[in-house]
């Protein structure tokens, strides 16, 4: 099955960036939704953005746009996270999660952190000074 791994978290302080990875391999589909979701402590995990690896669509959620930027290289089998001017509430550990294009409307991808199929392990972001 799919197999997910992320990459980049770390310590940063408010108004620096971070670039996450989710490294795929294990395809069983050709198209895949792949988003990256975050979970702080004491709140629910919620969408941050996602891609669709067949048109290069995105999505983001209202609080990152303008700050984040998701890309894939589709040679590589990775999705990217690049965070920008980040403030202490993205703190929270990131997940790279996925499902086949064909079961998940596109449109539906950063409000269903209940309905991804794969996930990974997490990274852990911080930002604090």
């Known amino acids: 099955q799919l197999q997910l791994v992320e990459s980049g978290g770390g310590l940063v302080q408010p108004g620096g960036s971070l670039r996450l990875s989710c490294a795929a391999s294990?395809?069983?589909?050709?198209?895949?939704?792949i988003g990256w979701f975050r979970q702080a402590p004491g709140k629910e995990r919620e969408g941050v953005s996602c891609i669709a690896n067949s048109d290069g669509s995105t999505t983001y959620t209202d609080s990152v746009k303008g700050r984040f930027t998701i890309s894939r290289d589709n040679a590589k089998s990775t999705v990217y996270l690049q965070m920008n001017s980040l403030k202490p509430e993205d703190t929270a550990v990131y997940y790279c999660?996925?499902?086949?294009?064909?079961?998940?409307?596109?449109?539906?991808?950063?409000?269903?952190?209940?309905?991804?199929?794969?996930w990974g392990k997490g990274t852990l972001v911080t930002v604090s000074s």
């Open positions: 999660a996925a499902r086949p294009l064909r079961l998940m409307p596109f449109s539906a991808c950063v409000h269903s952190a209940d309905g991804m199929d794969y």
């Open positions: 294990g395809f069983t589909a050709n198209y895949y939704v």
